[in-house]
Protein backbone atom coordinates (compact mmCIF):
# COMPACT_ATOMS: atom_id res chain seq x y z
CA UNK A 1 0.00 0.00 0.00
CA UNK A 2 1.56 3.15 -0.15
CA UNK A 3 2.32 5.93 1.99
CA UNK A 4 -0.37 7.52 2.00
CA UNK A 5 -3.30 4.95 1.66
CA UNK A 6 -1.49 3.66 4.26
CA UNK A 7 -1.73 6.47 6.72
CA UNK A 8 -5.49 7.19 5.67
CA UNK A 9 -6.27 3.47 6.21
CA UNK A 10 -4.71 3.32 9.68
CA UNK A 11 -5.89 6.65 10.94
CA UNK A 12 -9.79 6.06 10.36
CA UNK A 13 -12.00 7.04 13.10
CA UNK A 14 -12.29 5.24 16.42
CA UNK A 15 -15.39 3.05 15.69
CA UNK A 16 -17.89 2.26 18.62
CA UNK A 17 -20.58 1.04 15.96
CA UNK A 18 -24.33 1.36 15.83
CA UNK A 19 -26.91 1.34 12.87
CA UNK A 20 -30.51 2.58 12.71
CA UNK A 21 -33.31 2.33 9.77
CA UNK A 22 -35.89 5.24 8.74
CA UNK A 23 -38.07 1.94 9.62
CA UNK A 24 -36.82 1.79 13.23
CA UNK A 25 -37.92 3.01 15.97
CA UNK A 26 -36.33 6.45 17.26
CA UNK A 27 -33.56 6.02 20.36
CA UNK A 28 -34.15 7.77 23.14
CA UNK A 29 -30.75 9.28 22.56
CA UNK A 30 -28.33 10.25 20.34
CA UNK A 31 -24.96 8.18 19.33
CA UNK A 32 -21.76 8.63 20.75
CA UNK A 33 -20.34 10.49 17.89
CA UNK A 34 -15.90 11.94 17.65
CA UNK A 35 -14.29 15.15 16.77
CA UNK A 36 -15.11 15.46 12.74
CA UNK A 37 -12.43 14.98 10.43
CA UNK A 38 -10.05 17.83 9.50
CA UNK A 39 -12.18 18.31 5.62
CA UNK A 40 -8.63 18.64 3.98
CA UNK A 41 -7.92 14.41 5.09
CA UNK A 42 -11.39 13.42 4.83
CA UNK A 43 -11.12 15.19 0.69
CA UNK A 44 -8.15 13.05 -0.09
CA UNK A 45 -9.67 9.55 1.65
CA UNK A 46 -10.68 8.21 -1.57
CA UNK A 47 -7.59 9.04 -3.32
CA UNK A 48 -5.47 6.81 -0.93
CA UNK A 49 -7.97 4.29 -0.51
CA UNK A 50 -9.82 3.86 -4.03
CA UNK A 51 -12.04 1.60 -4.69
CA UNK A 52 -10.52 -1.98 -5.41
CA UNK A 53 -10.48 -5.59 -4.60
CA UNK A 54 -11.25 -5.24 -0.79
CA UNK A 55 -14.45 -3.67 -2.01
CA UNK A 56 -14.61 -6.29 -4.63
CA UNK A 57 -14.67 -9.01 -1.51
CA UNK A 58 -17.76 -7.57 0.27
CA UNK A 59 -19.65 -6.50 -2.84
CA UNK A 60 -18.99 -10.24 -3.98
CA UNK A 61 -20.69 -11.49 -0.36
CA UNK A 62 -23.22 -9.35 -0.32
CA UNK A 63 -24.85 -10.13 -3.92
CA UNK A 64 -24.44 -13.68 -2.93
CA UNK A 65 -26.41 -12.97 0.62
CA UNK A 66 -28.71 -10.90 -1.62
CA UNK A 67 -30.42 -8.79 1.86
CA UNK A 68 -32.73 -7.32 2.25
CA UNK A 69 -31.30 -4.33 4.70
CA UNK A 70 -27.44 -4.19 4.81
CA UNK A 71 -25.21 -2.26 6.98
CA UNK A 72 -21.90 -0.43 6.59
CA UNK A 73 -20.71 0.16 9.89
CA UNK A 74 -17.45 2.29 9.97
CA UNK A 75 -18.48 3.60 6.66
CA UNK A 76 -16.38 6.42 6.06
CA UNK A 77 -16.70 8.61 2.97
CA UNK A 78 -19.14 5.48 1.85
CA UNK A 79 -16.90 4.64 -1.16
CA UNK A 80 -18.08 1.29 -1.31
CA UNK A 81 -21.58 2.11 0.61
CA UNK A 82 -23.09 3.68 -2.02
CA UNK A 83 -22.41 0.33 -4.85
CA UNK A 84 -24.39 -1.92 -2.13
CA UNK A 85 -27.45 -0.48 -3.21
CA UNK A 86 -29.63 -2.90 -5.13
CA UNK A 87 -33.76 -3.00 -6.04
CA UNK A 88 -35.95 -3.68 -2.88
CA UNK A 89 -32.62 -3.33 -0.43
CA UNK A 90 -31.96 -1.20 2.36
CA UNK A 91 -28.64 0.05 2.60
CA UNK A 92 -27.37 1.60 6.02
CA UNK A 93 -23.88 3.35 6.21
CA UNK A 94 -22.90 4.48 10.11
CA UNK A 95 -19.91 6.28 11.29
CA UNK A 96 -19.49 8.52 14.53
CA UNK A 97 -17.13 11.08 12.44
CA UNK A 98 -19.38 14.12 11.18
CA UNK A 99 -16.29 14.87 8.33
CA UNK A 100 -16.48 11.58 6.66
CA UNK A 101 -20.18 11.68 6.48
CA UNK A 102 -20.31 15.08 5.30
CA UNK A 103 -18.28 13.41 1.85
CA UNK A 104 -20.91 10.48 1.90
CA UNK A 105 -24.05 12.38 1.57
CA UNK A 106 -22.31 14.31 -1.37
CA UNK A 107 -21.17 11.95 -3.42
CA UNK A 108 -23.09 10.42 -6.49
CA UNK A 109 -26.14 7.87 -5.67
CA UNK A 110 -26.01 8.96 -1.71
CA UNK A 111 -29.51 9.80 -1.75
CA UNK A 112 -30.24 6.19 -2.39
CA UNK A 113 -28.41 5.30 1.39
CA UNK A 114 -29.64 6.01 4.66
CA UNK A 115 -26.71 8.01 6.50
CA UNK A 116 -26.00 7.75 10.40
CA UNK A 117 -23.83 9.19 12.91
CA UNK A 118 -23.51 7.33 15.96
CA UNK A 119 -22.37 4.30 18.10
CA UNK A 120 -23.40 0.54 18.81
CA UNK A 121 -25.44 1.97 21.55
CA UNK A 122 -28.43 2.86 18.95
CA UNK A 123 -28.07 -0.48 17.23
CA UNK A 124 -31.27 -1.73 16.22
CA UNK A 125 -32.65 -4.43 13.56
CA UNK A 126 -33.61 -6.73 11.98
CA UNK A 127 -30.64 -6.58 9.29
CA UNK A 128 -29.14 -9.50 7.25
CA UNK A 129 -25.56 -8.29 6.92
CA UNK A 130 -23.29 -5.56 8.40
CA UNK A 131 -19.48 -5.52 6.68
CA UNK A 132 -16.67 -3.57 8.81
CA UNK A 133 -14.13 -2.18 6.46
CA UNK A 134 -11.20 -0.43 6.04
CA UNK A 135 -9.56 -2.08 8.96
CA UNK A 136 -12.55 -0.67 11.39
CA UNK A 137 -12.10 -3.21 13.51
CA UNK A 138 -8.66 -2.40 14.82
CA UNK A 139 -10.11 1.11 15.53
CA UNK A 140 -13.06 -0.43 18.13
CA UNK A 141 -10.88 -0.65 21.14
CA UNK A 142 -10.50 -3.40 23.67
CA UNK A 143 -13.56 -1.76 25.97
CA UNK A 144 -15.90 -1.96 22.84
CA UNK A 145 -14.89 -4.53 20.73
CA UNK A 146 -17.27 -7.01 22.63
CA UNK A 147 -20.16 -4.68 23.20
CA UNK A 148 -19.94 -3.90 19.35
CA UNK A 149 -20.45 -7.58 18.30
CA UNK A 150 -22.89 -8.07 20.49
CA UNK A 151 -24.86 -5.26 19.24
CA UNK A 152 -24.32 -6.57 15.76
CA UNK A 153 -25.54 -9.85 17.51
CA UNK A 154 -29.04 -8.70 18.53
CA UNK A 155 -29.51 -6.54 15.56
CA UNK A 156 -28.82 -9.96 13.10
CA UNK A 157 -32.13 -12.10 11.98
CA UNK A 158 -30.94 -15.84 12.08
CA UNK A 159 -28.79 -16.81 9.75
CA UNK A 160 -27.51 -13.04 9.28
CA UNK A 161 -23.95 -12.55 8.50
CA UNK A 162 -21.54 -10.10 9.33
CA UNK A 163 -17.96 -9.72 7.88
CA UNK A 164 -14.67 -7.91 8.63
CA UNK A 165 -10.99 -8.05 7.93
CA UNK A 166 -8.05 -6.77 10.78
CA UNK A 167 -4.41 -6.96 10.14
CA UNK A 168 -2.62 -10.33 11.37
CA UNK A 169 -0.42 -9.49 14.61
CA UNK A 170 2.12 -12.39 13.67
CA UNK A 171 3.03 -9.86 10.76
CA UNK A 172 4.05 -7.29 13.20
CA UNK A 173 3.07 -4.10 10.61
CA UNK A 174 3.71 -1.74 13.15
CA UNK A 175 7.52 -2.19 13.05
CA UNK A 176 6.92 -0.61 9.58
CA UNK A 177 5.09 2.25 10.69
CA UNK A 178 8.09 4.89 11.49
CA UNK A 179 8.80 8.43 10.19
CA UNK A 180 11.76 7.01 8.07
CA UNK A 181 9.92 4.71 6.60
CA UNK A 182 6.65 6.60 5.70
CA UNK A 183 7.80 10.65 5.44
CA UNK A 184 6.84 12.01 1.82
CA UNK A 185 5.42 15.36 0.31
CA UNK A 186 2.62 15.43 -2.42
CA UNK A 187 0.59 18.37 -3.52
CA UNK A 188 -2.89 18.54 -2.72
CA UNK A 189 -5.32 21.30 -2.99
CA UNK A 190 -4.01 23.11 -0.13
CA UNK A 191 -0.65 22.99 -1.20
CA UNK A 192 3.02 20.50 -0.86
CA UNK A 193 1.85 17.98 2.27
CA UNK A 194 4.59 16.43 4.23
CA UNK A 195 3.28 13.37 6.32
CA UNK A 196 4.48 10.45 8.58
CA UNK A 197 3.49 8.22 10.71
CA UNK A 198 4.83 6.64 13.68
CA UNK A 199 3.55 3.63 15.71
CA UNK A 200 4.71 2.79 19.50
CA UNK A 201 4.89 -1.70 20.37
CA UNK A 202 1.62 -3.23 21.46
CA UNK A 203 0.25 -3.12 24.80
CA UNK A 204 -0.64 -5.76 26.89
CA UNK A 205 -4.24 -6.03 24.57
CA UNK A 206 -2.62 -5.91 21.58
CA UNK A 207 -2.87 -2.02 20.84
CA UNK A 208 -0.48 0.30 19.19
CA UNK A 209 -1.12 4.19 19.24
CA UNK A 210 -0.24 5.61 16.02
CA UNK A 211 0.70 8.87 15.24
CA UNK A 212 0.11 10.97 12.16
CA UNK A 213 1.69 13.90 11.24
CA UNK A 214 0.43 16.68 8.58
CA UNK A 215 2.62 19.14 7.68
CA UNK A 216 1.31 21.74 5.14
CA UNK A 217 4.58 23.19 3.47
CA UNK A 218 2.85 26.52 2.29
CA UNK A 219 1.34 27.84 5.41
CA UNK A 220 3.56 25.60 7.96
CA UNK A 221 0.48 24.17 9.77
CA UNK A 222 0.76 21.14 11.58
CA UNK A 223 -2.04 18.42 12.79
CA UNK A 224 -1.59 15.52 14.51
CA UNK A 225 -4.24 12.64 14.52
CA UNK A 226 -3.30 10.01 16.94
CA UNK A 227 -5.77 7.07 17.10
CA UNK A 228 -5.12 3.50 19.05
CA UNK A 229 -5.20 0.17 16.74
CA UNK A 230 -5.74 -3.08 18.45
CA UNK A 231 -4.52 -6.16 17.22
CA UNK A 232 -6.86 -10.13 17.51
CA UNK A 233 -5.72 -13.12 16.70
CA UNK A 234 -7.94 -15.82 15.01
CA UNK A 235 -8.09 -17.52 18.27
CA UNK A 236 -9.24 -14.18 19.84
CA UNK A 237 -11.58 -13.32 17.22
CA UNK A 238 -13.05 -17.08 17.52
CA UNK A 239 -13.29 -16.53 20.90
CA UNK A 240 -15.52 -13.35 20.88
CA UNK A 241 -17.37 -14.26 18.84
CA UNK A 242 -18.42 -17.21 20.23
CA UNK A 243 -19.19 -15.23 23.07
CA UNK A 244 -22.19 -13.35 21.55
CA UNK A 245 -23.54 -16.24 19.72
CA UNK A 246 -21.96 -15.81 16.25
CA UNK A 247 -19.83 -18.04 14.26
CA UNK A 248 -17.04 -17.87 12.02
CA UNK A 249 -18.16 -19.28 8.67
CA UNK A 250 -14.83 -18.80 6.78
CA UNK A 251 -11.50 -17.06 7.47
CA UNK A 252 -9.10 -16.01 4.34
CA UNK A 253 -5.57 -14.54 4.31
CA UNK A 254 -6.11 -11.86 1.29
CA UNK A 255 -8.78 -10.91 -1.18
CA UNK A 256 -9.26 -13.55 -3.69
CA UNK A 257 -9.78 -16.40 -1.15
CA UNK A 258 -6.65 -17.39 -0.25
CA UNK A 259 -6.19 -20.02 2.85
CA UNK A 260 -5.13 -17.62 6.15
CA UNK A 261 -1.74 -18.79 7.82
CA UNK A 262 0.69 -17.42 10.09
CA UNK A 263 2.51 -15.07 7.78
CA UNK A 264 -0.90 -13.42 5.60
CA UNK A 265 -1.30 -10.12 6.06
CA UNK A 266 -4.58 -10.02 6.54
CA UNK A 267 -7.25 -12.37 8.63
CA UNK A 268 -10.43 -11.52 6.46
CA UNK A 269 -13.40 -13.37 8.56
CA UNK A 270 -17.29 -14.16 7.52
CA UNK A 271 -19.25 -14.98 10.41
CA UNK A 272 -22.69 -15.29 11.09
CA UNK A 273 -25.54 -16.06 13.23
CA UNK A 274 -26.53 -19.61 13.59
Not at 39 to 68: K, M, Q, S, T
Not at 125 to 144: E, K, L, R, S, Y
Not at 158 to 174: D, L, S
Not at 240 to 258: C, H, I, K, N, Y
Request: include cysteine.
Amino acid sequence: MPIAGLYAAATRPAITSTVRSPRWARPKSYAETMEPTDPRIAARYDVDNPDGPDHDFYRALVHRVDPEVVVDLGCGTGILTVTLVSAGRTVIGVDPDAGMLDVARNRPGSERVTWQLGDSRLIGGPVDVVVMTGNVAQHIGPHHWERTLADISTALRPGGTVAFETRNPTVQAWRGWTRDATIGTRPTRDGPLTEWIDATEPDAAGTVILTATNHWEATGEELIVRQPLTFRSLRQIEEQLDAVGLVVRQVFGGWSGEPFDSESPLLVVESGKP
